[in-house]
């Protein structure tokens, strides 16, 4: 079963402007990650956040965990051509390392 | 560094024939992972292990499929018969820290993509 649910499941944006993905998750989490998938490659793994975090930035990438929530968000600044793919985020149990995956959100952004 | 290995890179096969793929994880990495992705949705993991012993296999279908990591390196996967359900990418990962919450980051492989007719 999937834990995450990324919102929304595709956005298109022109070059140069902002992306923002959401997941939702349904238990409690050790961490959450955010990982990207080019067309027909392995995932990447892009910023992981601890539970006890509120607010992490990698370069470009700003992410934001609300427990209370059970919602992350993904920004993703300044967008390029080269951003273009799946984004999943995935959940890490507060015991062992078994991330569960949501389905992702496919972004294309337009050069 | 190297990254995760996988062979092959795609397979087309009947239903009911059998198939195995091929992992070498990144040099010194204690746990390895196989995830299987079909198309649309998220990675699902089907096994984790940690050195050369199984820590989850609870997604697995141990009727028709099996691991192993003999020596506690590579790995292979294998699918035995091969169902049309079956059709999807077979992820490869693997990772530093075994079972340490919060610290780990699982480094993934290109895939094989398997397609059954």
């Known amino acids: 079963s999937q834990q995450g649910e990324e919102d929304p499941q595709a956005l298109s944006i022109q070059e140069g402007e902002n992306a923002t993905m959401n997941c939702s998750y349904k238990?409690?989490?050790?961490?959450l990650q955010w990982y990207r998938q080019n067309s027909g490659r392995g995932l990447v793994h892009l910023i992981l956040?601890?539970?006890?975090?509120r607010e992490k930035h990698s370069g470009r990438l700003r992410v934001t965990l609300d427990t209370s929530k059970k919602s992350s968000s993904l920004l993703i600044t300044a967008s390029r051509a080269a951003d273009t793919a799946s984004y999943f985020c995935?959940?890490?149990?507060?015991?062992?390392?078994?991330?569960?995956f949501g389905a992702g959100t496919i972004l294309r952004v337009k050069s | 560094e190297a990254g995760v290995a996988q062979s092959p890179r795609y397979k087309i096969i009947e239903k009911r024939q059998s198939v195995a793929f091929w992992c070498n994880p990144i040099?010194?990495?204690?746990?390895l992972y196989w995830y299987q992705q079909i198309l649309g949705q998220g990675p699902k993991l089907l096994i984790q292990?940690?050195?050369?012993?199984?820590?989850?296999d609870s997604q697995l279908p141990k009727d028709r499929f099996s691991a192993e990591r003999l020596k506690g390196v590579d790995s292979t996967l294998k699918i035995q018969p091969a169902k049309l359900e079956d059709s999807a990418v077979y992820l490869c990962?693997?990772?530093?820290?075994?079972?340490?919450?919060?610290?780990?980051?699982?480094?993934f492989g290109p895939g094989t993509r398997l397609t059954v007719l």
């Open positions: 990962a693997s990772s530093a820290t075994p079972l340490a919450p919060g610290t780990d980051t699982q480094y």
């Open positions: 238990t409690s989490i050790n961490n």
């Open positions: 956040i601890r539970s006890n975090e």
């Open positions: 995935a959940t890490g149990p507060r015991l062992g390392n078994k991330l569960v």
């Open positions: 040099s010194g990495h204690a746990t």
């Open positions: 292990f940690q050195n050369n012993g199984v820590v989850d």
